[in-house]
């Protein structure tokens, strides 16, 4: 028995708040112009490029691209502190880094995977010498 996914609800925007709509990435009494909130925007698109864009995404999605994107920011400080010589707890540094791994496995995980060629076309191809 096939059980096919939730269709996406659409709601007007005007009932949604800023978050949802894709026009902000945080909710509240965040500069959108800090190097830091730049910086989470460059990861979040990145992150979700190969999933189709961040508009295309479900909540889900989206909340496990954020997630991803603020550990790999937070293990970037660590590793810029590091950098400085400041003092940085090490087990941190490593509990963060593998959420941040962990997170980035789970979005790709999520992409959408290559459409296989079916035998019929492969022995087509491979009669043509096309076949990869």
Known sequence: MLVSAP???R????????LTNGTRLHDGGVDHRSPAARR??????????????????????RALVRSAASLT??????QA?????DNVDADELVRVSSEARRALESVRQREPQPKSQSLADYISACAKGTAA
């Open 40 to 61: 989470f925007k460059d990861l979040t698109q990145s992150f979700a490029a190969p999933l189709g864009g961040f508009d295309s995404l479900d909540e889900t999605r």
């Open 81 to 85: 502190a590091l950098a400085r010589g």
């Open 11 to 18: 709601m007007p925007s005007r009932g949604r708040s800023a």
């Open 73 to 78: 920011m937070h293990a970037e400080r660590l």
């Open 7 to 9: 269709a996406r609800v």
